[in-house]
């Protein structure tokens, strides 16, 4: 069945999401605990695949990106849809599981991040492509990976390792990551690009 | 020309004929300067018994003798120190576990003069256990004890005008201390490190309350059958031979006991220690664990599920109509996502042991405390822990960390209570039937477990026949003991 044709820019569901969605109620359905008198730790391994597949999704998204502003713009608004349509999964298991986190914090936090991981693998992509050293992307992507999550691990409180910054709030962390997804939705939708071509 | 004379000896007024002021003053000099050092003297004497006397001061155990792993009496005096604060950091860790503090907080009325905090504390095995009573920034007063002070034995006390006669009389591990009567603890819980109480009857004579509460808490009380007349009380508790009470017991000593300074009967308790502590344990392994009311996993499963597919085709769909339905059903989600919370994120269950014997028992209540979040819990009332774990005692409550999910169960402090009837009439007519093999292997022969909700009763086969004098006393006894404690909702 071939599906309509995407109307006024709205992004369609492809199957990265629908591997989330999978990953995600597989766990919660795996974690949910089967009798009364067992403790609900859902919650826990659900933020984690949900941010750390956010995360991957914006990070291979901005790694293959294509040079066309619009579909720049089309894999930024995935990764919105991604995180809004797991949001409630997200959430089934928070209440479960009545943490003592933010229920705010653990749904929003992962769109910035995932916006900032887009945009740092597309810089990483855009230096080697320019350096005529795209090839070594592949090996490079991972390493950089590595690289900010020791860096994170460095400098206090967690900003991006996708398995401590849903339990752990942090003015730091909103910052950081609502600053590089600023920075990302700016540069990649071609609003700095627009001004220049308009002067 | 007159003669020279001294002023003041021989000079006198020439109107009235009365030695002039200034001989007056000298004359009366000495006296004036005795009466001055008198005053000075006193003065100094008032204010040095004044600064001898401790602004506050602190009482650990029974006679200052406190036992490790068992509830001990602690009393705080302090003097014209209004709102002074109790502060006790006990650590119950080892090498194995390291540092498990425990707090302890509790304030003296808000007024001048006299003011006592009584409290009954659970004192584990400690590495450290300091203190310190201040009031705003000042302490007043402070101490501590060591692991070398540590001791687990339980106390036999002797009151005795004569103590030296009975140092043998409990074998040579046993721990005696000498006590006076008003050293005695008033509650049930403050004979729980208690083994064995000895009168001999030629020290001041305690309450027949008291007594009978510490034999009623599972203490072995030794008293005189024949006494001076303050004792008359005493002795008539014991006229008609030994008989087990609550969880201990009361016996005579003989004459020949008195004179020999030594104990001829073997002990009579209805309840050693070791038998006590294992019914706990026991009690508090049958209570049910609290739960939480999640959903079923297989709602879970298919609301998961179903959402994650429908989200999706409707995504895939596409288009003005796909995306708006896509939002319709999260909407939707979001709306019923509540339903999946637990109403009860603290769930508790309660219920308590209860050692008895010839009408009158000691109840150690039970408490088994989970939270679904982390955080502390608090329940009304001073609770111990089974295991060494990190708690907090402030002002009459106890406060239980717990990691997320995490669960545990505490103890209550021991009271004394009587028998009712229909456990009473329950022990002959249903017996042990149905009672978890750890309690029933408790019970000597004769005696039966009775479970009411979830409280059971384990009662001894009463040996002896109390003296009726000791019927009206247990009643005293019983409303001496604290109300037992309810600690929050029971499920």
């Not at chain 2, 001076?228 to 004459?255: C, F, I, N, Q």
């Amino acid at each position: 069945m071939t599906p309509p044709t995407v109307a006024r820019g709205l992004p369609r569901a492809d199957a990265g999401l629908a591997l989330l969605l999978a990953a995600i109620a597989l766990v919660l359905v795996g974690a949910w605990p089967e009798r009364a008198d067992l403790a609900n730790a859902s919650w826990y391994p659900v933020a984690v695949v949900r941010t750390g597949g956010l995360l991957l999704l914006g990070w291979l998204a901005g790694s293959t990106v294509e040079p066309s502003r619009a579909a720049r713009r089309a894999a930024l608004l995935r990764i919105a849809v991604a995180s809004v349509a797991t949001a409630p999964l997200e959430a089934l298991a928070f209440v479960g599981t009545a943490p003592s986190a933010s229920l705010a914090w653990a749904l929003f936090a992962p769109l910035p991040l995932a916006i900032s991981g887009y945009g740092a693998a597309w810089t990483l992509s855009t230096v080697l492509r320019r350096v005529r050293l795209g090839w070594a992307l592949p090996l490079a992507s991972p390493l950089v990976a590595a690289g900010l999550a020791w860096l994170d691990l460095q400098i206090g409180p967690p900003l991006w390792l996708p398995w401590l910054v849903p339990a752990f709030p942090s003015l730091a962390a909103a910052a950081v990551n609502l600053s590089g997804a600023v920075v990302t939705a700016t540069l990649a939708s071609g609003v700095s690009a627009g001004r220049r071509a308009s002067a | 020309m007159p003669p020279l004379v001294p002023a003041g000896r021989s000079a006198r007024s020439p109107l009235t004929g009365a030695p002039p002021i200034r001989t007056a003053l000298l004359r009366a000099a000495p006296l004036r300067i005795a009466l001055a050092a008198l005053v000075l003297a006193l003065l100094l004497a008032s204010a040095n018994r004044a600064w001898a006397q401790p602004r506050a001061e602190l009482m650990l155990g029974v006679a200052g003798a406190p036992v490790a792993d068992a509830w001990n009496p602690v009393r705080a005096v302090v003097r014209d120190a209004p709102g002074a604060v109790l502060r006790m950091e006990i650590d119950a860790g080892g090498l194995e576990r390291g540092e498990v503090p425990q707090l302890v907080t509790a304030r003296a009325a808000p007024a001048g003069g006299v003011q006592r905090i009584d409290l009954d504390l659970p004192l584990p095995s400690w590495r450290r256990v300091s203190w310190r009573i201040e009031q705003g920034e000042r302490v007043l007063a402070s101490g501590g004890l060591g692991a070398r002070e540590r001791d687990d034995r339980p106390l036999h006390l002797v009151v005795s005008a004569r103590p030296a006669r009975w140092s043998a009389a409990f074998g040579p591990e046993a721990r005696v201390v000498v006590a006076s009567a008003a050293d005695l603890p008033t509650r049930a819980a403050g004979w729980d490190g208690v083994a064995a109480l000895l009168l001999d009857g030629t020290a001041a004579a305690p309450a027949d309350a008291i007594v009978v509460t510490a034999a009623a808490a599972g203490v072995r009380v030794l008293l005189p059958t024949e006494g001076p007349s303050g004792y008359a009380p005493l002795t008539r508790l014991v006229a008609r031979g030994a008989s087990s009470l609550g969880a201990g017991s009361l016996e005579g000593l003989s004459a020949a006991s008195l004179a020999a300074g030594r104990l001829n009967a073997e002990p009579a308790a209805a309840w050693g220690r070791e038998a006590r502590r294992a019914a706990v344990a026991a009690g508090a392994a049958a209570l049910p664990a609290p739960t939480w009311d999640h959903l079923p996993k297989l709602v879970v499963a298919g609301a998961a599920v179903g959402f994650a597919a429908l989200v999706w085709t409707l995504l895939w769909l596409g288009g003005p109509a796909g995306f708006a339905s896509a939002a319709l059903v999260l909407v939707a989600a979001s709306v019923a996502v509540p339903a999946a919370a637990p109403t009860d994120r603290e769930p508790r269950s309660q219920g308590a042991v209860i050692l008895a014997s010839n009408g009158l028992g000691v109840r150690t209540d039970l408490i088994a405390v989970a939270r679904l979040p982390e955080g502390a819990s608090q329940l009304d009332g001073l609770f111990a822990s089974l295991e060494p774990r990190r708690l907090g005692w402030n002002d009459g409550r106890t406060n239980v960390p717990l990691p997320a999910g995490g669960r545990t169960r505490l103890t209550g402090a021991p009271v004394v209570v009587t028998v009712p009837d229909d456990v009473r009439e329950a022990t002959a007519a249903t017996g042990s039937d149905g009672a978890p093999e750890a309690l029933r292997a408790l019970v000597p022969s004769g005696g039966v477990v009775v479970r009411r909700e979830n409280v059971w009763w384990l009662v001894h086969p009463s040996s002896g026949e109390l003296a009726a004098s000791a019927r009206g006393v247990t009643h005293e006894a019983a409303m001496r003991a604290p109300t037992p404690v309810t600690a929050g909702a029971t499920p």
